[in-house]
DNA sequence: GCCAATATTAACAAATTATTAAGACGCAGT
DNA sequence: ACTGCGTCTTAATAATTTGTTAATATTGGC
């Protein structure tokens, strides 16, 4: 079997990682693209309408979650597989990644037989319909497929970073998250922001939600609480 | 502070580079070793047990790759997070490096804030799932999860540094600790604070919880028991 | 009863978070 | 390319909580 038609678009802001997948890949006879960010990755992936694309979650510019967004928002990429790679065992990044629409996820260090192994199985597959199940948390509803939270049967839209802030909080319930878990899962180990920004995003959850569904523990971070 | 009991063990040859990257990490109040080549690395790394071990790939005597591989032959450091240095030409090392059982790698410039945020994300892929069970002694439960005491069920909330005593003489009940124990277990070996700051504590904990749950040993400490 | 160690209280200082508004940025539609 | 819109981030300031100290009272062992 040749699989020379078939277009694999690597996304990763790390030279060496791309050039390591790219290597692989092409000795297995795919057709290999690459885009150092997010914003490039759309842009190649409009023009070119790879069958898979694999994205890195982490990456400066438009990091993966995003990009993946925007892929899926245009109507030819609708069904184009889409996997992220993640550091080994981010399940944060993994639930993100299946939230807006991730067909699989590879976990790094990469293999370079793992890596040929997973795409094979990925092509392979011809239907994708894993619906991530909506989480109820006391009286709302979180639906991670439409990013849409629901208080009372009444859909609140919350734009990304609040609804990954949530999503984070949500995903434990009671749990404290410091900051800087907060930090590194929903903006990213290299990307840095100012703590403020947290605060400012809890406020604008808080003023769609209530004021007592997030606490606040002073010195060590915030939690979600019924 | 609570990264003290991190201990780092960086492994290069280039004097510089080991210098830059140990003071930024003792910045971060990291316990950071240091290792000039790879044969002292896995030497220092059997004595010592450190959590993470940062090793160059290119160094003389022993390189980074062996030194990992004898490093994961030793039983005690088979899960210890190995991350490699690399510059950026060096695409295969990381094949390499993977291979012989690396957890990250980490690519040359080194900039501090990525340094540090990329190991702190490292970091937590071990310590983040596994929960801190709920401790439960006598009518009272301390949960670290979600930075409460319960009190026959009824939760108070207790601020960071209360709580970190109290976890600290829940830890052991019975056991008394000594002023000393507790200054440097709960504020740090730095951070000097007079004696009565810890009586201050012990009050605000004794008024939530009763009087009868820390008891004085007059001339030593304190100790927890029911 | 004496004395050093601890308790207690309240006032002060430090640290952390809340709030608000303004600017930056990217995107969509024109 | 221009404009408008929604989102994200930051900066500045206010509000709040937490931590520390100092001063005074009390305790418990000798």
Redesign the pocket.
Known sequence: MTNESIKILLVDDEPDILEFMEYNLKKEGYNVLLAKNG?EAVEIAKREIPQLIILDIMMP??DGIEACR?IR?TKELEHVLIAFLTARNEEYSQLAGFDVGADDYISKPIKPRILTSRIKALLRRTSFNQETPAVQIGNMRIDRDSYLVYKNDEPI?F????FELLSLLTSKPGRVFT?EDILSRV?GSE?V?????I?????KI?EKLGDDVIK??????YKFDI
């Open positions: 914003a510019e438009m925007r928002e839209s734009p990304r970073k609040e900051r903006w990307i922001v100012g703590d403020r920004t605060d400012v995003h809890i406020r808080r606040t523990i002073k010195g060590i971070g």
